[in-house]
Every structure is written in structure tokens, then in C-alpha cells.
């Protein structure tokens, strides 16, 4: 005979696990809504953002998001697609973000600052929009981020 584990343990476990998986949707929902206040803020009449929708557990099944296999966002891809309006301080809530490209759009405004926070940011391409502006100091600080002169080229043409 299998021994017996009390009930109250299984529900003591059962309970932990609960927490532990609402834990991890809170974490990538947050995600999610900075994508979404993104979202909000741009104009898109390609419609390339239709798939963003705010209800979803997470955002790594929405076109142009990457995520990793812990459901973090790692990847934003939005180069060439027509939007226009400005980048907003939201994109700084996705901490894990390593690809930010937003090239070839119509993106107005400054870079705003709070992009520093970007610790894990590898590759940031703005080029070819119409921001105008200094690159922000914070962004200087990020040892991480490979691209930033090509980028800089290109913003100023
Ligand atoms: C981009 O959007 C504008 C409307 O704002 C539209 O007139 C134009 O055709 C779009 N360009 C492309 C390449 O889809």
C-alpha cells in the first residue's frame, strides 16, 4: 500500500503551486501592459499591432513580440511598419527586453530616458524616424548594448 500523505498537505502544496503560477502571470501581464500603453500611444493604419490583445495571459503570442521559455519579453520588432507617435517611457517596464527595433517608421518625439533602464538591451535600432533630441546619457551606461552608434548615425541624418 502507497503511504498515505495528509490531505492538508496536498492542499497546503496545491495552494503554493496556485500562488506560484498567479505570481508568474502578474509578472508577464505587466509586461503586457506596457506593450499595451505602447499600443495606445502609436498610431497604426497598418493595423500591425491588431494581434496586442490586453486580455491574453501574456503578450508572447502577439505578432512582433518575442518572448524566452520564461514567458519574459526579450524581443520587440517593429521596424518598417508605419507607425507613428512618440516611443513613451512604457518600454522601459520590459526589463528583459534584449532586441528594441523600431526603425523605418514615423516615430516623432525625444528617445525618451527611462530606455536606460534596459539592462539587458543588445540592439536598439531607431533609424529612419522622425525623432528629434539628444541620445540620452542613461542609454550610455548600458554595457550591454552593441548598436547604439549605427542607430545614433542614422537618427541625425
Ligand atoms: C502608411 O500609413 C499611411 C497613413 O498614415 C498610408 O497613407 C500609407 O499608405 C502607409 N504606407 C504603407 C507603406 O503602408
Keep these: ?32 501592459d506596457a506593450l499595451y500603453a505602447l499600443r495606445m500611444r502609436l498610431s497604426d493604419p497598418n493595423g500591425v499591432l491588431q494581434s496586442w490583445d490586453p486580455t491574453l495571459v501574456n503578450p508572447c503570442t502577439w505578432f512582433h513580440v518575442t518572448c524566452d521559455s520564461a514567458s519574459r519579453v526579450v524581443r520587440l ?15 522601459s517596464r520590459l526589463v528583459n527586453l534584449q532586441y528594441l527595433e523600431l526603425y523605418r ?3 516623432n518625439g525625444e528617445i525618451p530616458k527611462e ?7 543588445i540592439s536598439l535600432d531607431l533609424y529612419a524616424n522622425k525623432l528629434t533630441g539628444r541620445i540620452p546619457k542613461s542609454l550610455s551606461k548600458l554595457s ?12 541625425f541624418p
Excluded at 520588432?77 to 518600454?91: A, F, K, M, T, Y
Excluded at 530606455?115 to 538591451?121: A, D, E, P, T
Excluded at 550591454?144 to 537618427?155: E, G, V
Design 1 to 32: 500500500m502507497a503511504p498515505r500523505v495528509p490531505s492538508s498537505l496536498l492542499l497546503v502544496g496545491a495552494a503554493l503551486l496556485l500562488g506560484l503560477a498567479a505570481g508568474a502571470a502578474r509578472a508577464s501581464n505587466e509586461e503586457g
Design 77 to 91: 520588432d517593429l521596424g518598417n511598419s508605419n507607425v507613428s507617435g512618440s516611443i513613451g517611457p512604457e518600454l
Design 105 to 107: 517608421n514615423n516615430l
Design 115 to 121: 530606455l536606460g533602464k534596459l539592462k539587458n538591451l
Design 144 to 155: 550591454s548594448l552593441r548598436f547604439i552608434p549605427n542607430s545614433y548615425m542614422n537618427i
